[in-house]
């Protein structure tokens, strides 16, 4: 369990050298933990992951995968690309960015393809994953026939089918009713239990308890302010105000206003 995955060291990031999006991030990301990222919309959450995908690379800074440190050079090395590419899953907020082909199949044969995966591996890792997301039914639709929670759970597909070690996870949730949230976080889970290394970025507090042991709270300098065990951030309603995880609730009561912090912290039982 003390392997570690990825190793970020003084990380920044800015979009056209002018915007800044990450600004000196330390963390560590260990074999098989389950690590939310936390942080108010803006504060960086969404570029964290896409450095650890080696989709961007930092301005300043040192990323080391597995020891090595990842470089941009790497990935004109065709086998380091196909391994690590084959590693390393990301599941984009928007599942749009995800999904580009004619049909639901060919998007999620697209990764395997890719990969060089032999066809009847792919065929029967395809079915199973088909299986356990109940999307059997929509393998010959356009993916712009679909609802955002069918688009999730086909982008997530499109991920878990390559079979990598670490899934990054961005806003899995968001926008999704009660019934298909507790189905991504059980697969989530699921994947966890198997052995996979989980980095959720997030704010929605009610599923953190479940999907991550450990969690970093990035503020609006987009920087780390705290981190460590999730039950223990997540029970600091103070932190949670200040980093706006949470909102203020104003209700009437005898005619007079009262207002009080809302943390969103219930779980969906099914």
Known sequence: ???????????????????SA????????KKGEKIAILGANGSGK???LQLLDALIFPNKGDIFASGRQLL???FNDPEFCRKFRSRVGLVFQNPDIQLFCPTVKEDIYFGPLQL???KNEAEKRIDKIVGDLGIGGLLDRAPHQLSVGEKRKV???TVLVIEPEIILLDEPTAGLDPQTSRHIIDIIIEANERGKTIVTATHDLHIVEEIADRAYILNREKQVAKFGPAQELLSDTELLREHNLTHMHKHRHNGQAHIHPHQHLDHHQH
């Open 46 to 48: 969404s570029t964290l």
């Open 22 to 29: 990450l600004c000196g991030i330390d963390m560590e990301v």
């Open 1 to 19: 369990m003390d392997e570690s995955i990825f190793k970020l060291v003084n990380v920044h990031f800015s979009y056209l050298n002018r915007f």
């Open 155 to 157: 982008a997530i597909a």
């Open 116 to 118: 060089g995966i032999e």
């Open 72 to 74: 941009e050079t790497d």
